[in-house]
């Protein structure tokens, strides 16, 4: 864990096998059938081939409820990347991008 406020944390995933990202933003919530271990994936991040850190967020929902598209950026290095989507958690919206 590197970071974690009560509701949000910021998780590593590096050497978890099968794992997609370097890490992961994660929102505590009620428990549902839609979120039965009482979290959620709100983001993810990941060092791409080129040596650049990508960060995906999830946008608010639209005003008719929908799904929004998620926030991407483009980032020079993990730390950029780990503190965007840390600082724009509440926000949903990703900050300064490459």
């Given at each position: 864990?590197l970071q974690?406020?009560?509701?949000?944390?910021?998780?590593?995933?590096?050497?978890?096998?099968?794992?997609?990202?370097?890490?992961?933003?994660?929102?505590?919530c009620g428990?549902?059938?839609?979120?039965?271990?009482?979290?959620?994936?709100?983001?993810?991040?990941?060092?791409?081939?080129?040596?650049?850190?990508?960060?995906?967020?999830?946008?608010?929902?639209?005003?008719?409820?929908?799904?929004?598209?998620?926030?991407?950026?483009?980032?020079?290095?993990?730390?950029?990347?780990?503190?965007?989507?840390?600082?724009?958690?509440?926000?949903?919206?990703?900050?300064?991008?490459?």
């Amino acid at each position: 864990m590197l970071q974690d406020d009560g509701i949000y944390m910021l998780v590593s995933t590096k050497g978890v096998e099968g794992s997609r990202s370097d890490g992961m933003l994660i929102r505590r919530c009620g428990f549902s059938l839609t979120t039965p271990l009482g979290c959620e994936i709100m983001g993810q991040y990941r060092q791409l081939s080129d040596g650049f850190w990508h960060a995906s967020l999830r946008s608010k929902p639209q005003d008719d409820g929908s799904p929004g598209l998620p926030q991407r950026g483009i980032y020079a290095t993990e730390l950029d990347a780990l503190v965007n989507l840390w600082a724009n958690r509440r926000r949903q919206d990703l900050g300064t991008r490459l």
